[in-house]
């Protein structure tokens, strides 16, 4: 199908492995570029529960409310 990845048995699917993680400290951007120096690739999560994060649409968001 288009736009599906598709991964057979006799295929090596296996793209990396995680073998440790770690937190950042929250609202630490210093801290977030270090991580990404150091370590390379970075994940985060963010809180969608605010009605102003589900109708944002475009520019900067930034609501005090949203963790």
Do not use: M, W
């Not at 699917?13 to 977030?32: M, P």
């Amino acid at each position: 199908q288009e736009g599906f990845c598709h991964c057979g048995k006799s295929e090596n699917c296996s793209l990396a492995h995680i073998e440790s993680f770690g937190d950042v400290q929250r609202d630490n951007s210093t801290a977030l570029k270090i991580a990404l120096a150091t370590y390379g690739p970075v994940s985060v999560a963010v809180n969608t529960d605010p009605k102003t994060f589900k109708f944002y649409s475009d520019g900067i968001y930034d609501d005090t409310s949203c963790s």
